[in-house]
């Protein structure tokens, strides 16, 4: 980390990308889902380093024992484990952060799994299980989220999580790839009908960004990738979490139902 020149509170990455604000979120509670590991903690991460205390969302249970002790422990961050598929679980998922930090202002719709075959050999399970999770449990965590927020009556911010597939469409991914377009429609349709209460919806579509996951692939994979990207390079989580930030914080405040392309130019 680094701090950029002439603003001295302002944590950067080394690719430049603002990481955390301090105190930019102090008096804000996020949740994230599937925040326990990826780019779900660095979301959290850049939240709490930024003054938020946050509530990750998660299946792992180990995962998200060890999330809340990296993000600072329980005075900060708290866990609870959750699938969004489920609306009741959403629902336990908001009753603890009203609980435990006193309500929601930034909630992050970001769990997600993946079921890869082309749609010759995809099953309807394996269809049906994507859906679930990325599509039904993003509306589980709209519906919940703002109905909170409308309760609360002080506004709030909510990020979905697409994919730049939902933009291009992805071989073997004809499931993630419908769920991720559905959520860019969702996000505009919702924001519309909650932008009264000062409730903003925005989406962002990360596109090859340095993880476990793109890690593991073969080197010709991944440098097929990296031809079609014009700034040549993976993106890194922080990244992705600092537009994140931007989103949920004050600094985008005329901002609701947009869709923040995450992709190095990859796809203009």
């Known amino acids: 980390m680094t701090e950029t020149p002439g603003t001295a509170s302002i944590t950067t990455t080394e690719t430049g990308g603002v990481a955390a604000i301090p105190g930019l979120l102090t008096g804000k509670v996020a949740v994230v889902t599937g925040g326990a590991q990826g780019l779900g903690l660095a979301m959290a ?4 380093d930024s003054g938020a205390k946050v ?8 995962s998200l024992a060890t999330a809340v002790e990296e993000l600072g422990g329980t005075e900060s961050a708290a866990g609870i484990v959750c699938n969004v598929s489920s609306l009741e679980n959403v629902e336990k998922l908001a009753d603890a952060a009203s609980r435990i930090f006193g309500g929601v202002d930034i909630w992050v719709n970001n769990a997600g799994i993946t079921r890869d075959a082309t749609i010759r050999k995809m099953t309807e399970q394996q269809f049906d299980d994507v859906i679930s999770v990325h599509l039904r449990g993003t509306w589980n965590g709209l ?8 309760e609360q009556d002080r506004g709030g911010s909510i990020v979905n999580v697409s994919s730049i597939s939902g933009k291009v469409g992805n071989l073997g991914q004809s499931n993630y790839s419908a769920a991720k377009a559905g959520i860019v429609g969702m996000t505009k349709a919702v924001a519309k009908e909650v932008a009264f209460k000062n409730i903003r919806i925005n989406a962002i579509q990360p596109g090859f960004i340095n993880t476990a996951m793109t890690q593991a692939m073969p080197q010709h994979a991944i440098d097929s990738k990296l031809a079609d990207i014009p700034l040549g390079r993976p993106g890194e989580p922080e990244e992705v979490a600092s537009v994140v930030l931007f989103l949920a914080s004050g600094l985008s405040s005329y901002l609701t139902g947009t869709v923040t392309e995450i992709s190095g130019g990859r796809h203009i």
């Not at 519906?143 to 409308?150: E, F, I, Q």
């Open 55 to 62: 509530v990750l969302g998660d299946m792992n249970e180990n």
């Open 143 to 150: 519906k919940v989220a703002t109905g909170l927020m409308r």
């Open 45 to 48: 991460r850049s939240l709490v």
